[in-house]
Structure formats: structure tokens, C-alpha cells
């Protein structure tokens, strides 16, 4: 079994061959907590990604064009909670950022940027 090390106080752990593994956040999904939320099950996993690729979208779309700070904060929300589900924890952290600044553009400009790092990552993922 591999052994863990601490690297910017996160665990790496070296795998039984030598190579390591990086930490689930450098990629737009975790996939590890993907594969906890649907047992293992592919099928599950692909369902709920297709399912985020569409709602993170639409919602994308929707805080873009949200007139009042109300509803930027719901929209936000509403991605977070998404995100957090499915293991995108960037796109989380930036709806929180959101929702508790619904005034501030550049955080909407974010987060819209870190949603389609995220569906062409998970696009790539399903083809």
C-alpha cells in the first residue's frame, strides 16, 4: 500500500508502482467523491454528470442575466449546492462567493468562467 505525504498540507499518496497521485481539486470534478456519492456505480456517475452539465448551464445562463441581487443570490446558491454534489468544489467555492456578494460582477464573471472550465472538463469525461 502506498504511503501518504503532506504536500501544501494536503495528503499525496504514492501509489505501490512509484507514481503519484495528485490531490482530487486539481481537477474541475473530484472524481473519488463522485464515485462515493454514486457507489461506484458508472452508469449513476454519467447520469448525474449529464444531469450538472445541463443544470450548471442553464444556471450559468441565469445568473448572467439576473437583474436583482435576490436572484443572483438564489441562482448561487442553487450552483453550490449542485457543484458540492457532483465534487466540482471550485465552481462551489465560487457560488458561495457569489451568493454572499451578489452585487460584485467580477464574481459572476468567475464563477460563469469556472462553470464551463468545468462542463467542457466533464464533456470531455462523457464522449
Known sequence: MGQAIRTNGRPVFSSPAGE?????HSRPVDLVHLARQTGGDRELEEEVLQLFLRQAAALGR??????????????????????????????????????????????????????????DYISSLLR
Open 62 to 119: 441565469e445568473v448572467e442575466g439576473a437583474s436583482d441581487y435576490d436572484t443572483v443570490a438564489k441562482v448561487a446558491h442553487s450552483i453550490k449546492g449542485a457543484a458540492r454534489a457532483v465534487g466540482a468544489f471550485d465552481v462551489a467555492q465560487l457560488a458561495d462567493s457569489l451568493e454572499g456578494h451578489p452585487s460584485e460582477k467580477k464574481c459572476v464573471k468567475a464563477l460563469v468562467s469556472e462553470i464551463n472550465v468545468t462542463c
Open 20 to 24: 503519484k497521485c495528485a490531490t482530487a
